[in-house]
């Protein structure tokens, strides 16, 4: 399977906004997606998943409020507005199709390369 590829990552303040974006195979999106993350010296966790089609959404604790998943299955993208913006958001950001399991979400398809997102203080 092909891997999807994420962009739209760069270096903003505390406070400021970005929105990611991530393109897969048909095949590979036809799925629940979802965005996770991996900060410095830490183990990737999650951030936000969508339904296919649903509108179904939930959020990481520490993301709630903040950031909005949404999806274009037309142009097989999904993307994370990320508003307010802190430190503690600095990680390289994921995407992939999903399971969610008994709350526990996990991707399950090929990983991308990511896309580096830095918030200065």
């Known amino acids: 399977q092909v891997q999807p590829v994420e962009s739209g990552g760069g270096l903003v303040q505390a406070g400021g906004s970005l929105r990611l974006s991530c393109t897969a195979s048909?095949?590979?999106?036809?799925?629940?997606m979802g965005w996770f993350r991996q900060a410095p010296g830490k183990e990737r966790e999650f951030v936000a998943f969508?339904?296919?089609?649903?509108?179904?959404?939930r959020y990481a604790d520490a993301v709630k409020g903040r950031f909005t998943i949404s999806r274009d299955n037309a142009k097989n993208t999904l993307y994370l507005q990320m508003n307010s913006l802190k430190p503690e958001d600095t990680a390289v950001y994921y995407c992939?199709?999903?399971?969610?399991?008994?709350?526990?979400?996990?991707?399950?398809?090929?990983w991308g390369q990511g896309t580096q997102v830095t918030v200065s203080s």
């Open positions: 992939n199709k999903i399971v969610n399991r008994g709350g526990v979400v996990s991707g399950w398809g090929s």
């Open positions: 048909d095949e590979f999106f036809k799925y629940a």
């Open positions: 969508i339904a296919y089609a649903n509108g179904n959404t």
